[in-house]
């Protein structure tokens, strides 16, 4: 195996144990060495040659030492890869000298902590400069070594005396490395999180109140109380065990909240995709087919859309679904189980939010709340539990009597006009929406937004609306609605009905020649 040689060294370390002799390995063999502060200090008093980063900036440091080393002098002499010819121009150009090795230990954050040091002085052991420096020689492990533990001393000897570093050596370094900064950044995480917690007010013993990064902004400071279930003898979204990815936002959990509500609202194996608290996909499969087929559907009504949504499935997420929404960006999904290998093929993507709850939504009187200025508003979840909703209640008000096919599709695209915000329309085919309008200031333009979108999201020139049925999550209070469905070719409609111009909308479908029902029921979600 080839070694790289090591001519050059940055050595900048908190803990001075075994600098000296490491420092003379180094000089003894040719090794230039680069070093800061006090380490450059300790070194020439030992009477070993080296320079002082500020002779290879031309610039002092300053804040008291915050900025030395934040420089394109150093780093790009750490993270110039000489296997790559414009790198090693760029070097030429800038008169950038190659580092082939560093020695960096980091400020004792940990160490600082534990002993009960001020706020400010933890402050100040937050290391900057050692951590961007070990990020840049780690990612360029092709050209430079980093080494980060004084137990690697020996190491580094050996190699310099011996012709340099290979790249797998150079490699486990680097890995190493990376593990150093996750332990460093996270215990930094750990305490600041604490202290932000003490300034908000926060019981950090509270259990059930859960700090998180920011609210609906960046601005916004939010927590998660999970000591409210939303679920019965089970485990809850708030209390959902993370199996993968990035910790939970508040969009997140608001998002992945509406996907699990839309996607048990189906008693079929069904998934549903949502974007700003809005489905841009929902969709059922047959009992005896993959959770997969629900997806694929699902992410077929607004493939645009889906892009960054969060996913819920109301089965285990199989092999099948893993491999298709691991072809798709997205920020959350989460689902009662995950098959065989589905986990893994999830996990290769590294910042997808993976959870994994248990049971169903409640139906009974839980409360849902929504905070007011000077109070708080509670109701019953909207469930699908009133009389209207079983499509054997319904009214035929106008046209022929459904066939079981359209029946079915109009019964699902019931079940999930419910998830999109009002005034919602949805349009659906073969189990799958194909269209929504939702979060409309009236129901005309949430009809004109369905057919759109259900005629431009799909293949190119395909008319997805013609031929499917269509659902609203309240009466129409014109014809103008109904006719922007029927112009489109939507075979059939269900609405709740109770309109003062319900003989109007019912005289535009019949003359039409449209099926049409009547639930008595609204769904509205504001």
Known sequence: ???????????????????????????????????????????????????????????????????????????????????????VAALEEHAIAPIDLLVCNLYPFEDTVARGASFDDIVEKIDIGGPAMVRSAA?????????????????????????????????????????????????????????????????PEDEDLTPLRYGENSHQKAFLDSSRSLFEDSTTLAEAEPLGGKAMSYNNYVDADAALRAAFDHPEPCVAIIKHNNPCGIAIASEDADIADAYTKAHATDPVSAFGGVIAANRPVSLDMAQRVSEVFTEVIVAPGYEDGALDALKAKKNLRILEISGAPRTDSTLDGREIWGGVLYQEPDRYQAPGDDPANWELVCGEPASAATLADLAFAWRAVRAPRSNAI????????????????????????AVERANTLGGEGEERARGAVAASDAFFPFADGPEQLIDAGVSAIVQPGGSIRDKEVIEACKSAGITMYMTGTRHFAH
């Open 1 to 87: 195996m080839s070694k790289r040689a090591v001519t050059r060294a940055l050595v900048s370390v908190y803990d001075k144990t075994g600098l000296i002799e490491l420092a003379t390995g180094l000089h003894a063999n040719g090794v230039e060495i680069v070093s800061t502060g006090s380490t450059a200090k300790a070194i020439a008093e030992a009477g070993i040659p080296v320079t002082a980063v500020e002779n290879v900036t031309g610039f002092p440091e300053i804040l008291d030492g915050r900025v030395k080393t934040l420089h394109p002098k150093i780093h790009g002499g750490l993270l110039a890869d000489r296997n790559k010819p414009s790198h």
């Open 139 to 203: 990612k360029n492990f092709s050209t430079c070594a980093v080494v980060t533990s004084i137990e690697q001393y020996d190491l580094v000897e050996g190699a310099v005396a011996d012709g340099g570093f290979t790249r797998e050596e150079r490699l486990v370094l680097a890995a190493d490395a990376f593990s150093r900064i996750a332990e460093y950044d996270a215990a930094i995480e750990e305490w600041m999180a604490d202290r932000a917690d003490e300034a908000l007010g926060v019981d």
């Open 426 to 449: 949805l349009l659906a085919k073969d189990g799958a929406a194909v269209g929504v309008g939702m979060g409309q200031v009236n129901r005309v333009d949430a009809c004109r937004l």
